[in-house]
């Protein structure tokens, strides 16, 4: 058996390495376009920052070390430039030499990866414009900045882009970040990214939202970004992390079908249209194991896995890729920002049916000190109960909570599940009611009939005059420190005995600070003759659509 | 309705606010011995150790906030003396006016607790002995402290025990654990829990396994903790955590059932012999969720669970109670150990198959600072795969992986499923391939066939004569730094060249550092012609078994 794979860091190391463990004789050789192998490319930011400092941690295992432990054939600085699949060949050029020769395959593995989008805009091409995928591209970004850079635009507030913003600022440099939509951080929802844009803001980085680079203009000092708006705004470095793009042209060209985003196609078993030729990491289309639909998704997870199995299928083992459900994490000054599995806006886009809860919880129990809240969103079927998606923002524990859903999605977990979990409880790690446990108390609230609730965003949805009458159960100084505009305020505890200050004939939409207390006077009004319904999350929540909708 | 609740703590209170939230009308009667309601008992160690400043904070709510907020009739200081089944009351006794009088119940909830252990040891009611359950044990311990303590014996090295062991070594309090098992944390398996018994050590504190207290003599200066072994412990504070007995004096004198272990027996939905009486809490017997039989589990988490579904059927709901997994976590001078599930030795005790592997990795991507070792025990059924146990000792990220395998449990998950987890990954959270996914790795290479494995302790059961040829495959510096006798040294990247070096008539167990190594060296090895097995988790979990028997 001999296996070509194209491509060295995640999918195809991964790869490589997995066929050596399966077989001690096969014929194993791996072709990368660059001078490195399995590098650590989430890490390249924190270098640019120098929270990692050296360099060679950046490099999992050298191209020596990765052959000689597994016996591979690793040729770096080597680009494959065509496959022939009749005669199962590929044209490799030596980068180095300018040589070019044909290998032989039995199996081709294909994990070339994806390539930063660079869109045909004026002068993207000029000096000081980059993108950041590898080590080479972050030793030229770190170059310019020792060199001395006083103004940097970020253009894209994905993941990257926004991690590369906090190591610019704790460099003491002036940042800009553009994005065109009217959010940071795309892949969550929007009101869920408002503590990420205010953390922003106060780290004084410049946030221009709803924008769009038209042309970089070179000027004496570096250059000019000029934005939609016709605004100018000067710098000495851009860097572009407005997505990827796959690397499809190798399949393209052999025939192999991609998919609408350019993604190569793949069975369930990774393999392309060609059974001698398999496809994994960034360069592919994947199912979306929530909605099983096909997607991308370039995530570095599900690349080393898609290595392994693979490498099993090569060696007549069926294993299945089960699909991706987009768990992704992102650090920025000390907040974390997490999701797993479908969005509101996917599932909209998809006329999925579900419903959502926003609780506030802290990580751990209040009365231990340095607790730090959070707001988890956890999305779900409305039938079955079953968890769809989650997202989460705040300080510590943020992390956890979301492995536990990504888990609870896996396993096709109901939010009636969430609501039994057994998790670890002292006090410095979590609570007897876990995060967990309080959204699976509000969720399956909602879908008993016991606890019925309206979203902010549905609440404000609705024409003025139409609106329930809206009751704030906060105290007297909560309320007076800040409320929805229209809101009365009868505290929780005096709300027995001030029933008669409400209206009967009207629906009573009643919130709180996050929303538990607003739970029990739902409950008390239901009971006494009223109709109540809860804002789900409270004032906390109305206030990240209020910051959104500014 | 008239409901009386026995007991305003965890199980208790939440039966109480779950109850009035079911039902406006409901009379809720919350009859508690004690001053407090709802207390945090598990921070009362973080307390004396002043860790928490503000005792008010571990008043998670008043008496009289509980009273108003869910219309409750709380009576504190007051004792249940009897329970008349046949006439649906209970006699309670007003500690405060020493009155005495008759409550009627339509359904009554039994939510005692537990109270820990006191045995018939001479001196146990000497002054300065204590237990720890409630804020007054806890101001009695602190008061004492306070006054000037020089050396404090901890009898128990249970959670509890160890919590307050951290506290006292804190305030700079000479502390010496006496603990009758030949390990600390009885539940976790022995070899789990090495990095707590050195980090006890490496903190001062004197520590004495195998040991128990057979007596307590008053001296002029406090008093003498005399040992079985014969040895003497000068003290002026002993505190006892050597574990709890249900409060069941009610029950059985109601004619009650109760377990073995002396746990008021309830069915699923958590009511007892009698259809009108439920009991939730420390004080019942529980369905182990994982071996299904009865066992007693006094966590908050559970006991705040049980008392919502005692609620719930009271009302009509027929909601069940899963059992309880026994998930529980110790902080302990920066170290985590962590559990879930059944431990080997009580797999053992039952006589359940099981195999287990272990995994060291570190809790975040190692190219990116700070990243802390953890060990990871996965204990799993060797038919189906699935999941039975977990445990965990490090540093950062024990308790995220602990979660993460507590549901897995819950979700009836394989080893197989572990590989496939889809976990959050930036380099300051995890990594592309997680600690979850190694130890799935691991346990499914093993089922499949694919890693033969052998454990620690088996290989060293067996009589020396019989053990394989034992083959370390780290490095040069690394074996001259320390290895397990009789083991022989040949590199991994040094070993399909000396091959001939090895033996072709005798199994061969390889290890390495933390067994990722080791497997691809039995991978050569197996596929060379040789029998080859490595030794789980490599030398990393032979210091832990080395430890543990020294």
Redesign the interface.
């Known amino acids: 058996m001999k296996i070509v794979i194209i491509g060295g860091v ?1 999918g195809g190391a991964s790869a490589a390495a997995r066929a ?6 096969a014929e194993i050789v791996l072709v990368e376009r660059g001078p490195d192998v399995s590098f ?1 490319n ?2 390249l930011p ?1 270098y640019i920052g120098e ?2 400092t050296d360099r060679d ?2 490099l ?1 295992v050298t191209p020596e ?1 990765l052959a ?4 591979l054939d690793v040729r770096v600085r080597s680009s494959v430039e065509a496959i022939d699949r009749e005669a199962r060949t590929v044209r490799i050029l030596d980068l180095e030499s300018g040589r070019e020769y044909v290998e032989s395959y039995d199996r081709l593995v294909l994990a070339p990866g994806a390539a930063p989008l660079r869109p045909p805009i004026p002068g993207i091409d000029s000096p000081g414009v980059f993108t950041l995928r590898n080590l080479q591209d972050m030793d030229r970004i770190k170059a310019a900045i020792d060199e001395g850079v006083k103004q940097v635009v970020v253009v894209g507030a994905g ?1 990257i882009g926004l ?1 590369l913003v906090e190591n610019l600022v704790g460099l003491g440099v002036s940042t800009t970040v553009v994005e065109l939509q009217d959010q940071v951080l795309p892949p969550l929802d929007k009101e869920m990214t408002t503590p990420l844009a205010e953390k922003l803001t106060s780290q004084g980085v410049s946030l221009l939202l709803g924008e769009a680079a038209e042309s970089f203009e070179p000027t004496d000092d570096g250059l000019v970004v000029r934005l939609k708006s016709g605004r100018g705004l000067p710098a000495q470095l851009v860097v572009l992390g407005i997505g990827v793009r796959p690397e499809n042209k190798l399949a393209v060209d052999a025939g192999l079908s991609v998919g609408p985003r350019g993604g190569i196609q793949v069975d369930e078993h990774l393999r392309t249209d060609d059974p001698h030729i398999y496809a994994v990491g960034d360069a592919i289309e994947v199912r979306d ?1 929530v909605l099983g639909q096909p997607t991308q998704a370039p ?7 898609q290595g392994r199995i693979a490498a099993d299928n090569i060696f007549g083992r069926a294993v299945k890729y ?1 699909g ?2 987009g ?5 920025l000054f000390g907040l ?1 920002a ?1 999701m ?1 599995g479908s969005s509101e806006k996917t599932l909209q886009r998809n006329n999925r049916t579900f419903q959502t809860v926003y609780v506030h919880p802290t990580d751990h ?5 340095s607790a730090e809240q959070m707001t988890l969103k956890l999305i779900f079927d409305p039938e079955s109960g079953r968890v769809l998606g989650a997202q989460g923002v705040g300080g510590s524990g943020v ?2 909570r ?3 859903l ?3 999605i ?2 096709g ?1 109901t939010v009636f ?1 969430l ?12 609570s ?3 995060p967990i ?1 309080m959204a699976g108390f509000v969720a399956a609230g909602l879908l008993r009939g ?1 606890h019925p609730q309206i979203d902010v965003a549905s609440l404000f949805e609705t024409p003025l005059a139409d609106r329930p009458f809206l009751l704030d159960v906060r105290t007297v100084d909560e309320f007076a420190a800040g409320h929805i505009p229209e809101a009365t305020n009868v505290p ?2 005096d709300l ?1 005995s001030r029933l008669d200050e409400l209206p009967r004939d009207r629906q009573i939409a009643v919130y709180c600070q996050v929303g538990q207390r607003g ?2 006077a739902t ?2 009004l239901n ?2 003759g009223f109709t109540a319904i809860n804002v789900s999350g409270g004032y906390k929540t109305y206030k990240l659509w209020n910051f959104a909708e500014t």
């Open positions: 995640a050596r463990r399966l077989s001690e004789d650590a989430c890490g924190y929270k990692i941690k950046l999992i070390r000689d432990r597994f016996k993941f991690e194991f995530l570095a997870g599900p690349a080393n896995r089960r991706t459900q768990t992704a994490i992102l650090g974390t997490a797993t129990a209040g009365y231990y000190p992390d956890k979301i492995d536990v990504a888990v609870s896996q396993a977990m599940d609501e039994e979990m057994e998790l670890a409880y002292a006090p410095q790690y979590g007897a009611k876990d446990n016991d929780l505890d027995r739970y029990l409950r008390i009971q006494s």
